[in-house]
């Protein structure tokens, strides 16, 4: 059981926006702003998307957008491709143990 | 230009012992988080230990008293020894530095561990 909970599948067709939530709780979310997303797709080492909720890394598309509300994030894609088709953790540092935790993950198939 | 490069990975026996190297460049592993991240078989990502700047250190409870994490700041690598193997320690494990807000920023490319008889 992830201490951070996110869909397990979403789909889009190309050119379509999505939106991928991640719920928490007080202990993480809620209390920082210290949420990131990671994509990755399969062979391959994960790859940081967004960081501090909303912050791109350089190089990263416009296209990936963040926010938070209360215990959950999300992360938006706009303008859907074919090479989004991916999974898609969230990341939270949490007062528990003081560490991070990583989502369930989701995995997003372009239609 | 950051790079990570793990090694160590294989197959080991039930109850058996391996160390992972990860060898960076392009910063000092000294300065910065450093961590390990596993994904097993059809799972999803596992934050398994983190070696914080001040020597202070956190390990998962799925690893706990088993595992130990490491550096060597002479050689700039981190290490992950660990101990008393099962089936479900099985994964591909990859080697991160962490940025300072807690992010998961330069990923190595992995090394698999397969526990089995």
């Known amino acids: 059981q992830s201490a951070l909970t996110q869909p397990a599948s979403a789909s889009g067709s190309p050119g379509q926006s999505i939106t991928i939530s991640c719920t928490g709780s007080?202990?993480?979310?809620?209390?920082?702003?210290?949420v990131s997303w990671y994509q990755h797709h399969p062979g391959e080492a994960p790859k940081l998307i967004l960081y501090?909720?909303?912050d791109r890394p350089s190089g990263v598309s416009y296209r990936f957008s963040g926010s938070k509300s209360g215990n959950t994030a999300s992360l938006t894609i706009s303008g859907l491709q074919a090479e989004d088709e991916a999974d898609y953790y969230c990341?939270?540092?949490?007062?528990?143990?003081?560490?991070?935790?990583f989502g369930g993950g989701t995995r997003l198939t372009v239609l | 230009e950051v790079q990570l490069v793990e090694s160590g990975g294989g197959l080991v026996q039930p109850g058996g012992s391996l160390r992972l190297s990860c060898a960076a460049s392009?910063?000092?592993?000294?300065?910065?988080?450093m961590s390990w991240v596993r994904q097993a078989p059809g799972k999803g990502l596992e934050c398994v230990s983190v070696?914080?700047?001040?020597?202070?250190?956190f390990y998962a409870d799925s690893v706990k008293g088993r595992f130990t994490i490491s550096r060597d700041n002479s050689k700039n690598t981190m290490y992950l020894q660990m101990n008393g193997l099962s089936a479900e320690d099985s994964a591909v494990y990859y080697c991160?530095?962490?940025?300072?807000?807690?992010?998961?920023?330069?990923w190595g490319q992995g090394t698999l561990v397969t526990v089995s008889s």
């Open positions: 392009g910063f000092t592993v000294s300065s910065n988080y």
């Open positions: 990341s939270s540092y949490t007062s528990n143990n003081n560490t991070l935790v």
């Open positions: 501090d909720v909303s």
């Open positions: 007080n202990s993480n979310i809620r209390l920082y702003n210290y």
């Open positions: 070696l914080y700047s001040g020597d202070d250190t």
């Open positions: 991160v530095r962490v940025g300072v807000t807690y992010y998961f920023h330069y």
